[in-house]
C-alpha cells in the first residue's frame, strides 16, 4: 500500500455536514478515501482543461447521436448535391464545347464569386448580373 500522509484543513461546519452527507451517500467506507477520490477528480479535471472528458455519460451519450444524426444528414446532404452537380455540368459539357481558357477564366470568375459571397449563390442575382454584363465571363 502506498504511504500517506496526513494533512489538516479547515471547513465550515456546514460544508462538513455537506461533505460527509455526501459521502454517506456515495457509499463511501471512509471520508479519507472519499475526499482522495474527490480530489483526484478534482486534479485531473484541471490536468485536462476540458470540462468536456467529465460530463455525465447519459449527457455525452446524447449529444453524440445527436451529433451523429446531423454528421449523417449533412453527407446525405452533400451526396444529393454532388449528383445535382454532376448532372449539371454533364448537360453543359455536353452542350458546349469549351476552351481550356474558357474554363480557366470561368473558374477564376467562379472563386471570386464564391468568395465575395461568402458561398451563398444565387442563381436569379447570377442571371440578373449576366444581363448588366457584355461578357459572361467576366463574372
Same mark, same amino acid.
Given at each position: 500500500?502506498?504511504?500517506?500522509?496526513?494533512?489538516?484543513?479547515?471547513?465550515?461546519?456546514?460544508?462538513?455536514?455537506?461533505?460527509?452527507?455526501?459521502?454517506?451517500?456515495?457509499?463511501?467506507?471512509? %471520508?479519507?478515501?472519499? @475526499?482522495?477520490?474527490? =480530489? !483526484?477528480?478534482? /486534479?485531473?479535471?484541471?490536468?485536462?482543461?476540458? &470540462?468536456? +472528458?467529465? %460530463?455525465?455519460?447519459? @449527457?455525452?451519450?446524447? =449529444? !453524440?447521436?445527436? /451529433?451523429?444524426?446531423?454528421?449523417?444528414?449533412? &453527407?446525405? +446532404?452533400?451526396?444529393?448535391?454532388?449528383?445535382?452537380?454532376?448532372?449539371?455540368?454533364?448537360?453543359?459539357?455536353?452542350?458546349?464545347?469549351?476552351?481550356?481558357?474558357?474554363?480557366?477564366?470561368?473558374?477564376?470568375?467562379?472563386?471570386?464569386?464564391?468568395?465575395?459571397?461568402?458561398?451563398?449563390?444565387?442563381?436569379?442575382?447570377?442571371?440578373?448580373?449576366?444581363?448588366?454584363?457584355?461578357?459572361?465571363?467576366?463574372?
Amino acid at each position: 500500500m502506498n504511504r500517506k500522509e496526513k494533512i489538516a484543513f479547515y471547513l465550515t461546519p456546514e460544508k462538513k455536514a455537506r461533505l460527509e452527507r455526501r459521502c454517506q451517500e456515495e457509499g463511501s467506507r471512509s %471520508l479519507t478515501g472519499f @475526499i482522495e477520490r474527490a =480530489v !483526484d477528480f478534482y /486534479l485531473d479535471y484541471l490536468s485536462a482543461n476540458d &470540462a468536456g +472528458l467529465f %460530463l455525465p455519460a447519459s @449527457i455525452k451519450s446524447y =449529444v !453524440d447521436g445527436r /451529433l451523429g444524426k446531423m454528421e449523417d444528414r449533412l &453527407a446525405t +446532404l452533400s451526396f444529393k448535391q454532388a449528383v445535382e452537380l454532376d448532372m449539371l455540368s454533364g448537360i453543359l459539357a455536353d452542350s458546349y464545347r469549351f476552351s481550356e481558357d474558357d474554363l480557366r477564366r470561368r473558374r477564376a470568375v467562379s472563386v471570386k464569386n464564391v468568395k465575395r459571397t461568402n458561398g451563398r449563390i444565387s442563381f436569379e442575382q447570377r442571371v440578373r448580373e449576366s444581363w448588366e454584363d457584355d461578357d459572361p465571363w467576366q463574372g
